[in-house]
């Protein structure tokens, strides 16, 4: 069975928390600092300024990607996180043109996004995407700070 992507439901948050959780140990030898955003995804992700997609192995969760409102026509992407057998394979690109596809459906004009140099594999996919370097413009761990147009 190939691999599918689809919306997170109540019963997959542990499941996807866990990726994240792994991805994090991977690249920066410890957890998120808080799970807030994914502790109440209704109100950060939910509909229709937001959503959260995962990508599944059979019953599996294997990836995630989210789209978050900023403000006005401006959105963020988050969590973008798979496990590694699942990198390099297409899975990446094809979360996020569905998350993309679901930015313009919701009126967004841009998307932000903030990640770190460790992240390079991600970094490059995001230039790939047609991400550009913008000025800081969160308080977060972020060290790097991108945006496109939609």
């Known amino acids: 069975m190939a691999v599918t992507i689809q919306q997170l439901t109540d019963c997959q948050i542990e499941a996807a928390k866990a990726v994240v959780f792994e991805g994090c140990m991977e690249f920066f030898g410890e957890g998120p600092v808080a799970f807030a955003d ?60 569905l998350l993309f596809e ?21 970094n490059r996919l995001y230039h790939r995407l047609g991400f550009h370097p913008i000025e800081r413009y969160n308080d977060g761990p972020g060290t790097i700070f991108m945006e496109m147009q939609l």
């Open 38 to 97: 994914m502790d109440n995804i209704s109100s950060q992700y939910g509909g229709p300024s937001g959503i959260f997609l995962v990508l599944m192995d059979e019953n599996r969760v294997v990836g995630t990607g989210a789209i978050r409102r900023l403000y006005g026509q401006t959105c963020e992407l988050k969590r973008m996180w798979f496990l590694p057998a699942y990198r390099g394979r297409g899975d990446g690109t094809r979360i996020a043109g």
């Open 102 to 122: 679901f930015a313009r459906s919701a009126g967004y004009k841009r998307v932000r996004l903030d990640t770190v140099p460790e992240l390079e594999a991600a």
